[in-house]
């Protein structure tokens, strides 16, 4: 209960930073390397925890991801998180897909996590080669993400709701 606990708040702090930030009455005086340097932060620490399977990083063109790569590496190598930079990160119907189209983003996750990812990718590649890529598939490969990234199934279905 109180890793759950613990997440919320975490997800709670980094939500209100990022509304913040995108506020034009409010503008914050954040630059926003440090900001997606302290996402990495709290994401490692809660990955660490076993709170989370697998977190994403924010999506970032290939030349921020660049310069910022070095400072992730570091802050993951002290939470004892594996990174992996992800260029085509899987497009599923939790998010729009334009929020990571020419992006990158930096997985962030423990033991064998990035084969359950990299698994999960490949069967909706081929599901979509064989053609056979339907409604049904779409949301199981949703769920599937979903319950990597450590959301729970009534959150995920609020993702796939919000993003019709």
């Given at each position: 209960m109180f890793k759950q606990f613990y997440f919320y708040l975490l997800i709670g702090g980094c939500l209100s930073l990022s509304n913040c930030s995108n506020s034009t009455a409010n503008p914050s005086k954040i630059d926003q390397t440090s900001f997606h340097l302290g996402v990495i932060s709290a994401f490692s620490e809660v990955v660490n925890a076993g709170v989370k399977p697998l977190a994403?990083?924010?999506?970032?063109?290939?030349?921020e991801m660049a310069l910022f790569?070095?400072?992730?590496?570091?802050?993951a190598a002290k939470y004892d998180v594996q990174l992996y930079l992800e260029k085509e990160l899987i497009v599923t119907k939790l998010f729009p897909a334009d929020i990571v189209e020419g992006k990158e983003?930096?997985?962030l996750y423990q033991g064998h996590t990035l084969d359950?990812?990299?698994?999960?990718k490949r069967d909706k590649s081929d599901?979509?080669?064989?053609?056979?890529?339907n409604e049904q598939e779409?949301?199981?490969?949703a769920v599937r993400f979903g319950k990597l990234l450590?959301?729970?199934?009534?959150g995920i279905q609020k993702l796939i709701q919000e993003n019709r």
């Open positions: 994403l990083s924010h999506p970032l063109s290939r030349a790569l070095p400072e992730a590496t570091k802050i983003v930096l997985l359950r990812y990299l698994a999960i599901l979509t080669h064989h053609g056979i890529y779409a949301l199981d490969v450590g959301y729970s199934s009534k």
